[in-house]
């Protein structure tokens, strides 16, 4: 539906409240991770990303669409910037009693329009934001937080493109402020406050990047660095040298393997020998739909998921949980969680080896489906049960 009066009166920019209020209701109690609002020739298409998947687009108008590009430029301060180019930037509204949301925004010039991006940040307490919510499995918990007493060296949490990075560099960094240490951040943006932290953000003031961020830390005795992302050669170098120096420093960086790694710092100008001498641990992970727990039910394992389980040498259990889908969740799942592994830079393990081993057990404790463990196969494996598929 489109908002009341209020909205009619002026599709230039609307007022703050009947534009919250629109997206209050779009946002509803399932607490999704992006909107994206995109012009077509007769309009626009509304499209929410839920525990990782794009649901459905709903058709809006012309005219809501463009009253909603402009309230959104009008939140994020951004009404005066001329048209046709890109722009990026955030706002925070009442989500509901008592919590604020912060939604980071981007907006790009497309053929039939303009395209917004907006990202959710939803808050989190402290506990849903641990290890073993995030996912790790006790014993992983446990090796990180024992490594993590070692005040110095890279710590890496790798994955592609909206694996979860940036909460596991948090869960990290509240380890740090656990113990009272002095905690940096440079981040692009500040996705969450956390206290106990000096948080800076990438570009603000302008001119402010990682490189020269890190290097301004270094005159404040910090125990903990967080450079949200290694991307450019100064970049690492600075992240090296700080970890060199004797500075636990904390980043993520976009690979799917420890081999990636080594590639993608040999693109930034670090040898593998200083990345040995340097990363003391290294996060891989991904994310996975979660299972509603509210109305799973315990099922027999059909065969073909009972083979794929064989295949990976699991013995095949009578009965694992289903959801049905209920009031609570969308389709049967809830939520995500992460299927990581932690290795050092010399692990002989395969990469895809440790996140299979971490998914399998998710799946027998019942908090993913077989077919869940699909991207963690074995290229064999993955190509054997394709057939089947097919």
Not at 141 to 146: T, Y
């Amino acid at each position: 539906g489109e908002p009341t009066a209020t909205w009619r009166a002026s599709t230039t920019a609307g007022s703050p409240a009947a534009f919250h209020a629109w997206l209050r209701k779009r946002i509803g109690p399932d607490r999704p991770t992006d909107w994206h609002l995109e012009p077509r020739q007769d309009g626009y298409a509304s499209r929410l990303r839920l525990d990782g998947l794009l649901l459905a687009p709903e058709p809006v108008s012309r005219a809501l669409g463009d009253w909603l590009v402009n309230s959104l430029k009008s939140s994020c301060g951004l009404e005066k910037t001329p048209p046709g180019r890109p722009l990026e930037g955030k706002f925070t509204f009442p989500a509901k009693e008592g919590i604020e949301l912060t939604v980071r925004v981007s907006i790009i010039p497309a053929l039939h329009g303009e395209a917004v991006a907006a990202r959710f940040l939803h808050p989190g307490s402290g506990r849903e934001n641990s290890l073993e919510c995030l996912g790790y499995l006790p014993e992983q918990a446990n090796r990180i937080r024992e490594s993590y007493r070692e005040a110095e060296g890279l710590w890496l949490v790798c994955g592609p493109t909206g694996s979860g990075k940036s909460t596991t560099l948090h869960a990290l960094l509240g380890l740090s402020v656990m113990e009272n240490e002095k905690v940096l951040t440079i981040e692009d943006p500040v996705e969450r406050t956390l206290a106990g932290a000096q948080q800076l953000e990438l570009g603000h003031p302008p001119g402010l990047t990682f490189d020269l961020a890190l290097r301004a830390f270094m005159r404040q005795s910090p125990d903990c660095l967080l450079v949200g992302e290694i991307r450019d050669a100064e970049t690492a170098e600075a992240a090296f040298q700080a970890a060199r120096s004797g500075h636990r420093v904390l980043s993520s960086i976009h690979a799917r393997s420890t081999s990636g790694i080594r590639r993608r710092f040999l693109d930034l100008g670090q040898s593998p020998e200083s990345g040995e001498q340097v990363c003391r641990l290294i996060l891989h992970q991904r994310l996975v739909r979660r299972l509603c727990p509210d109305c799973s039910s315990r099922h027999p394992v059909p065969e073909l998921e009972g083979n794929l389980l064989s295949g990976c040498g699991v013995p095949v259990p009578e009965a694992l949980p289903l959801s049905s889908g209920c009031s609570g969740c969308h389709a049967g799942f809830r939520g995500r969680l992460a299927v990581a592994s932690p290795e050092n830079w010399q692990s002989p393990r395969p990469t895809r080896e440790g996140l299979l081993l971490a998914a399998i057990h998710h799946c027998l404790e019942g908090r993913i489906p077989v077919n869940s463990l699909w991207p963690f196969l074995p290229d064999p494996l993955q190509q054997q049960f394709q057939l089947c598929h097919l």
